[in-house]
């Protein structure tokens, strides 16, 4: 059974950063997703299983970075100049299966999900 607990939300003004991460039982495809209450979850960022393939939303390229540490089975989400419209529950998820390096970003393709971690960005 996967196990995925992700760490890391609370509460930050705009502008600010928070760091998340997501402890993995193991080595997968992973990314974030997040969802707003009365929203669909959505995608924010992905990344493969070499971590030498990443893609983001279009909504936070230039403001998040997604990484791991496979060492660790650890995924991150370094969140800098944060907005309003950021606040959300954010989930990481993994893949069990995955092809190459390619960074998935469709919530179908995922097979787990981690409990999810609040964030939320004041004005």
């Known amino acids: 059974q996967v196990q995925l607990v992700e760490s890391g939300g609370g509460l930050v003004q705009a502008g600010g950063s928070l760091r998340l991460s997501c402890a993995a039982s193991g080595r997968y495809a992973m990314g974030w997703f997040r969802q707003a209450p009365g929203k669909e979850r959505e995608f924010v960022a992905a990344i493969g299983w070499s971590g030498s393939s990443t893609n983001y939303a279009d909504s936070v390229k230039g403001r998040f970075t997604v990484s791991r540490d496979n060492a660790k089975n650890t995924l991150y989400l370094q969140l800098n100049t944060l907005k309003p419209e950021d606040t959300a529950v954010y989930y990481c998820?993994?893949?069990?299966?995955?092809?190459?390096?390619?960074?998935?970003?469709?919530?179908?393709?995922?097979?787990?999900w981690g409990q999810g971690t609040q964030v939320t960005v004041s004005s």
């Open positions: 998820a993994a893949r069990r299966y995955s092809s190459g390096t390619y960074a998935y970003t469709r919530t179908v393709e995922y097979d787990y």
